[in-house]
């Protein structure tokens, strides 16, 4: 069951890097709107990996939530998720009104 909700993952982690990437390359990405919501993107992406980078640490360490052994694997899960969080902001950005 792990096995596939894993592969699952890897599946939406993939399909939201190739929107990212084809937003970045296309020719709205490459404007000044497309610009400013790649750079609104990227701050809110290293301010969450920042403080979920943190969170972990100290789950570890002080709550013992789970062993250290499994630190590489849930970093790994975090860091790529956030192409999924990246993908629907982009999308939510890409798609506002009165931007």
């Known amino acids: 069951m792990s096995n596939l909700l894993f ?7 993939i399909f939201s890097q190739m929107y990212m990437f084809r937003f970045d390359g296309s020719e709205e990405g490459k404007d000044e709107r497309g610009k400013e919501i ?8 290293y301010g969450i990996l920042y403080l979920g980078i943190i969170l972990v640490c100290i789950l570890v360490d002080m709550f013992d939530v789970f062993q250290v052994e499994h630190l590489p694997t ?3 899960m ?3 998720s956030l192409s999924i969080i990246g993908s629907i902001y982009t999308y939510v950005l890409r798609n506002r009104r009165n931007y």
């Open 7 to 13: 592969i699952i993952l890897m599946i939406i982690i």
């Open 38 to 45: 790649q750079r609104k993107r990227n701050n809110l992406l």
């Open 74 to 76: 849930v970093l790994l």
């Open 78 to 80: 975090f860091v790529l």
